[in-house]
C-alpha cells in the first residue's frame, strides 16, 4: 500500500495562495492516479483534482478550476497542490489519496494521508 504525507497548509487571507505537498512512500505510484480531496466541518468529502502519475492527465472541480493546479515531481515522489486566489469557502482539511483509477468519488481511493488543515480569512 502506499504511504501519503500532505504538508503545507495554514492560515492565509482571501485572495492569497498555498502550495500544498503529498510526499509518496511505500509501493510505487507508477500508474496510479493521485487526488486531492477537502472536507469543511459538516460537510462531505469533496472532489477536489486529481493527476495520472504516469500520464500528466488532469482533473479538476469546477469550484477550483482556473484558481488550483496540481502537478507531480517525479525526482521527490511529491504530488502538490497549487492553491491561487483563495476564498473563505475553500477553508477545509485537505486530503491527498491515491486510486488505481481516475476518478472523483473518494472510496475509489484506497490510500490517504491524515490531512493537512487550510483556512482562510476574510
Known amino acids: 500500500q502506499v504511504q501519503l504525507a500532505e504538508s503545507g497548509g495554514g492560515l492565509v487571507q482571501t485572495g492569497g495562495s498555498l502550495r500544498l505537498s503529498c510526499a509518496a512512500s511505500g509501493r510505487t505510484v507508477n500508474s496510479y492516479y493521485m487526488g486531492w480531496f477537502r472536507q469543511a466541518p459538516g460537510k462531505v468529502r469533496e472532489f477536489v483534482a486529481a493527476i495520472h502519475w504516469d500520464g500528466g492527465n488532469t482533473y479538476y472541480a469546477d469550484s477550483v478550476k482556473g484558481r488550483f493546479t496540481i502537478s507531480r515531481d517525479y525526482a521527490k515522489n511529491t504530488v502538490f497542490l497549487q492553491m491561487n486566489s483563495l476564498k473563505v469557502e475553500d477553508t477545509a482539511v485537505y486530503y491527498c489519496?491515491?486510486?488505481?483509477?481516475?476518478?472523483?468519488?473518494?472510496?475509489?481511493?484506497?490510500?490517504w494521508g491524515q490531512g493537512t488543515q487550510v483556512t482562510v480569512s476574510s
Open positions: 489519496a491515491a486510486s488505481r483509477r481516475a476518478s472523483h468519488n473518494q472510496y475509489d481511493y484506497d490510500s
